[in-house]
């Protein structure tokens, strides 16, 4: 994104999550505020295109194993959730929302999520704080400070179809702060290398990053598995669960995972 609107990706990300609402029923991940958030001008993905559906399945199981995660650590005590790149992530909204949500992204992006919420009338339900930063300029640790965080206790962060949009040493950096924090969880998802892919996933990516190049926003960072758990170790990061879409998906559905050779993208839970 250029810093002058909104990011055209966090809007089509919602669409595909309120879209998964229509469809699947929101069996992979429910979130009851997807369609309202969009407001009068939701307009729904196609169902008949093969891409939108992998797309849409996917982002539906990296927020469906971020959920878990929030889920889990809240009912063991912990109080804080970061977001890093919120969107029109619905958080901090639901009817049962973590005591304490920090929603980290581009101010320009959360102006304009603060009057979608103002349009369709939804209020927090959750004490949240918006937390304006720009990833490949700025530290978002300090301004999380100055807004509330208590940097000695717990967090989980959630950092969910942002990865492949930001430099190496973007990445890098964010890892190295929240790998620092003591009681840290990630939940975040990256894309693989195209020469990893099967042909079907490799031609589907080519397509999805002609579309986000035409509006500004080109992925620019891809890595393998063991790059990734390297890149996770490197910074603290000493438990690791890589997942493909199918397998997050069987997780949150409670079926038996089947191991993949190949997957297009990776969802994956990292404790230090």
Avoid: C
């Amino acid at each position: 994104m250029d810093g002058t609107g909104p990011s055209r990706t966090a809007w089509s990300a919602a669409v595909h999550r309120a879209t998964h609402q229509v469809l699947e029923s929101g069996t992979i991940f429910a979130d009851p505020l997807a369609v309202t958030i969009l407001g009068d001008a939701a307009a729904l993905d196609d169902p008949r295109s093969a891409d939108r559906s992998r797309m849409r399945l996917f982002i539906a199981a990296r927020h469906g194993i971020g959920a878990r995660v929030v889920d889990r650590a809240v009912a063991a005590g912990t109080t804080q959730v970061v977001i890093l790149g919120a969107g029109l992530d619905t958080t901090a909204y639901r009817p049962v929302a973590p005591p304490r949500v920090f929603e980290v992204d581009h101010p320009s992006t959360q102006e304009w999520k603060q009057a979608q919420l103002a349009q369709v009338g939804l209020e927090p339900t959750s004490d949240v704080a918006y937390v304006g930063v720009d990833f490949e300029r700025e530290s978002f640790l300090e301004r999380l400070i100055a807004s509330g965080y208590d940097a000695s206790l717990p967090a989980v962060y959630l950092w969910l179809g942002v990865v492949p949009y930001l430099t190496a040493s973007a990445i890098a950096e964010t890892l190295s702060v929240v790998g620092g924090l003591p009681g840290a969880e990630l939940v975040l998802d990256y894309a693989a290398p195209r020469e990893h892919l099967d042909d079907a996933d490799a031609q589907a990516r080519d397509r999805a990053i002609s579309k986000v190049e035409a509006i500004g926003e080109p992925w620019l960072s891809f890595f393998t598995p063991p790059q990734m758990r390297d890149l996770l170790n490197d910074n603290g990061f000493g438990e690791i669960d890589d997942l493909t879409a199918r397998q997050a998906i069987d997780r949150v559905l409670g079926r038996e995972e089947i191991p993949e050779q190949r997957s297009a993208g990776h969802i994956v839970h990292a404790r230090r």
